[in-house]
Nanobody, 118 residues
Framework: QVQLAESGGGLVQPGGSLRLSCAAS???????????LAWYRQAPGKERELVAR???????YIEDSVKGRFTISRDNAKNTVYLQMNNLKPEDTAVYYC?????????WGQGTQVTVSA
């Protein structure tokens, strides 16, 4: 019903920036606007962790380790959620996943790789 597709990952040097995008499809526009959207990440050997979340009305949550460096935003007209990642650190290296929570269900994208290395 709802399909998510992440993009924007890649290789970046420490201190660099990336902007991740996640486009939703397969549902009605209004349904998508009601969704709570989130970014998770999972590094090798580690559990998947919540990075940032944005509710339908706009309230945001940012995980402490990335607060001040990452920003989550959404463009409902484009059915897209973004994660702006600044001052990236090697410990930010992970696969980043988009999640949508709507109508009592959770949907996940396939992930996009972010590698921070000199």
């Amino acid at each position: 019903q709802v399909q998510l597709a992440e993009s924007g990952g890649g290789l970046v040097q420490p201190g660099g920036s990336l902007r991740l995008s996640c486009a939703a499809s397969g549902s009605f526009f209004r349904v998508n606007t009601l969704a709570t959207l989130a970014w998770y990440r999972q590094a090798p050997g580690k559990e998947r962790e919540l990075v940032a979340r944005i509710a339908a009305a706009g309230p945001r949550y940012i995980e402490d380790s990335v607060k001040g460096r990452f920003t989550i935003s959404r463009d409902n007209a484009k059915n897209t959620v973004y994660l702006q990642m600044n001052n990236l650190k090697p410990e930010d290296t992970a696969v980043y996943y988009c999640q949508s929570s709507v109508l009592g269900r959770e949907y996940w994208g396939q992930g996009t790789q972010v590698t921070v290395s000199a």
